[in-house]
């Protein structure tokens, strides 16, 4: 029988201890560089009597235009000042991680995922937003996208609440595509995709055929690799919590993206993450990019992207399996240290209702709108005419992502890009490692495998001995 990742993330009694206990002791320096974070942090509004709620927050182009128009929310809530801490994807996860596990008390606001959320949830870790949901006159908790708003709650309450939501898909040139004769179906195959990554790759254009994440990082290179790892029948445990990380499916997998993007794809790969590709697509310098529905909000910003209206997009690509995009939101949620829930909850409302949504679209457009958190966004005339072209897939990838049927044979853990359970964010860090190394040409990736296969066997031989 198949158990649930939440029961993996709060064993009972000694186990648990023991457990809770080594997270303590790994995160303690941690905490030393989130006090730091701190301390260096902006705050928006003054000091004084006013209460000041510090908002740990990911860099990210979204979530800076929440920065941008923060003052208007201290404008309408006199007496409560923000302070933001804004970091890269990676510093994030673990600043917020050391803080929230140990109890650090930073941070009254935090920037998490549906990773995070029902394994902290589970923890009593986080504040049970649904509480203060439920008594905020039109929030609508029912018009976030169902499978987000199941990924964010535990026990049938919502301890994170979505910012945005974000599957995957692939993007791409339409007119370099044209210009090379190349064509695309709506769910092509990763041999179609390669094949085209080759067929565009135009080092004299200063153009490479394909932009794939290589930096190092579970949240990162392993973001899109997991999903070619399901597309290509792979798995990282069978049913029995033994590791597959060196089976044929998933070494298939792996040559195969490795491949494509050291022949084919941008310059400085092992470095790049989503930025970067961002980057790269944005300002012409790429053909396509496989990674988040989110992109969108770059690519198509006529203020920064040189290639508005100029870009395609297709579903995740696939081999064995079908159905590849990942579920994924960045969310916010109000860890149980808080000295102030109710103006943290406050801001989080604010920042993540319908209206809000609607101020960003009016005052810094509509393609700058957090996509994929709500129903009620593809509705509005609006943002209909400008995501014509990405709106109505990016919500179906999302609604039709299964975190709990994501691979072709069964495996006792749920997700799609990472495996929700606590141990991930160490095994998936040092497995990304391994795959940046043979991205960068510094091992082969069947060295990178073995050693991956030998990281995975140790958290899967914990699960094995539980059972028994």
């Not at 504040?127 to 976030?144: E, K, M, Q, V």
């Not at 799609?416 to 391994?434: A, K, N, Y």
Request: aromatic share 8%; with cysteine.
């Amino acid at each position: 029988m198949m158990r649930t990742p939440i029961d993996r993330s709060r064993p009972s009694g000694r186990r648990r201890v023991k457990r809770l206990a080594l997270v303590t002791g790994v995160l303690a320096a941690a905490c030393c560089l989130v006090l730091s974070a701190c301390a260096g942090a902006g705050s928006i509004g003054g000091g004084g009597k006013d209460t000041t709620i510090t908002v740990a927050i990911v860099s990210n182009s979204q979530m800076q235009d929440a920065i941008s128009l923060a003052p208007q929310f201290e404008a309408d809530h006199p007496g409560t000042n923000l302070k933001f801490v804004s970091l890269s994807e990676n510093e994030a996860r673990a600043k917020i991680t050391a803080s929230v596990a140990t109890g650090g008390g930073e941070f009254d606001v935090v920037m998490i995922s549906n990773f995070e959320t029902p394994q902290w949830a589970a923890n009593g870790w986080l504040t049970n937003l649904s509480d203060y949901a439920d008594t905020t006159p039109g929030y609508d908790t029912a018009d976030f996208i169902p499978t987000l708003r199941e990924s964010l709650s535990y026990k049938g309450n919502m301890y994170a609440v979505p910012f945005y939501g974000e599957s995957s898909f692939l993007m791409y040139r339409k007119d370099l595509l044209k210009k090379a004769g190349v064509t695309l179906s709506g769910e092509p195959t990763w041999d179609e995709v390669s094949a085209a990554a080759a067929k565009l790759d135009d080092p004299k254009a200063g153009v490479s055929g394909i932009c794939l994440r290589g930096k190092p990082g579970w949240g990162e290179v392993l973001a899109p690799l997991n999903t070619v790892i399901n597309a290509y029948g792979g798995r990282w445990y069978d049913k029995d919590w033994n590791a597959q990380l060196d089976s044929p499916e998933v070494q298939k997998a792996v040559q195969t993206y490795v491949d494509t993007v050291r022949k084919h794809g941008e310059a400085g790969a092992a470095t790049s993450g989503f930025s970067e590709c961002a980057t790269q697509l944005s300002q012409g310098n790429t053909a396509m990019w496989y990674d988040a529905t989110s992109a969108v909000s770059v690519l198509e910003d006529k203020a920064s992207s040189k290639v508005v209206g100029k870009i395609g997009y297709a579903k995740a690509p696939q081999a064995a399996k079908g159905g590849n995009g990942w579920l994924y939101s960045w969310a916010l949620g109000i860890p149980r240290t808080s000295k102030n829930p109710a103006k943290a909850w406050d801001f989080i409302a604010w920042m993540t209702d319908k209206k809000y949504i609607k101020k960003v679209g009016t005052e810094l457009g509509w393609e700058r709108v957090p996509p994929g958190s709500r129903l009620s966004t593809y509705e509005i005339p609006e943002y209909k005419k400008a995501s014509a072209r990405y709106g109505p897939l990016t919500l179906a990838s999302i609604e039709g992502a299964d975190p709990k049927d994501a691979t072709v044979d069964p495996v006792p853990y749920t997700g799609v890009q990472f495996l929700t359970i606590p141990e991930f964010q160490d095994l998936g860090t040092r497995v990304s490692q391994q795959i940046s190394a043979a991205i960068a040409g510094r091992i082969s990736v069947k060295g990178a495998l073995a050693q991956s296969q030998q990281y995975a066997e140790v958290v899967g031989k914990t699960y094995r001995k539980a059972d028994k």
